[in-house]
Every structure is written in structure tokens, then in C-alpha cells.
């Protein structure tokens, strides 16, 4: 079955960095485009950063723009999160998310999210 499987959250000072990692399963990884999501207490989810099946393109929220990158390895199944000059705002659990074509319908799998606590 489908499992995606976060990582490299933590605590982490302002300014500092961090590298999520989510391992996936279950499905040809290098066919699907991977997003990146996060969700902070009381606010609802949003979406961080996204990258085609390929890698060749990507797109940053407004609110990461210039702070991080999203990359992966198809040899690998693993897309990443590189993040810089986290501000306490970016506290949240981050989500991998991926949406698979089944029966003519769209299905969306999630990890179970990895949090990032930004502070001093």
C-alpha cells in the first residue's frame, strides 16, 4: 500500500535550518508529482512546496519563497525539504502528500508529519 514517511523535524533555533525527508512507498514515485504541506495549531493546512514527477519544476508558497527548496530522488523515492532561515512562524508539522489516478479518480495519501518547532 501506499506509506509516505516523514522525517528530519525537531527543534531548531531562529535562523537556523532543517532537511525534511519523506520516504515513499507503494506506488512508481517517479510518476507523481510530491508536495510538502504544514499545519501550525489552530490554522489550516497549507501547502509549503510542490516538485513534478521529474524534478524539473517546483513551486514555493509566497510564505518559504527564497527560505527553502524542495528536491528529490526518484532512485530513492525520496522527496526533501531544505529549509533556512526558519522563523518561529514556520513552527508546524509538515506534511508529504502525494495524489495517485485510481479508477479515473484522485486519491491523496499523507504521512503521518514530522513537526518543526522553531524558537530560542
Known amino acids: 500500500q501506499v506509506q509516505l514517511v516523514e522525517s528530519g523535524g525537531g527543534l531548531v533555533q531562529p535562523g537556523g535550518s532543517l532537511r525534511l525527508s519523506c520516504a515513499a512507498s507503494?506506488?512508481?514515485?517517479?510518476?507523481?508529482?510530491m508536495l510538502w504541506y504544514r499545519q501550525a495549531p489552530g490554522k489550516e493546512r497549507e501547502l509549503v512546496a510542490t516538485?513534478?514527477?521529474?524534478?524539473?519544476?517546483?513551486y514555493y508558497a509566497d510564505s518559504m519563497k527564497g527560505r527553502c527548496t524542495i528536491s528529490r530522488d526518484n532512485t530513492r523515492y525520496t522527496v526533501y525539504l531544505q529549509m533556512n532561515s526558519l522563523k518561529p512562524e514556520d513552527s508546524a508539522v509538515y506534511y508529504c502528500?502525494?495524489?495517485?489516478?485510481?479508477?479515473?479518480?484522485?486519491?491523496?495519501?499523507w504521512g503521518q508529519g514530522t513537526q518543526v518547532t522553531v524558537s530560542s
Open positions: 502528500n502525494t495524489k495517485l489516478l485510481s479508477g479515473g479518480n484522485y486519491n491523496e495519501y
Open positions: 507503494g506506488f512508481t514515485f517517479s510518476n507523481h508529482a
Open positions: 516538485i513534478t514527477s521529474s524534478g524539473g519544476s517546483t
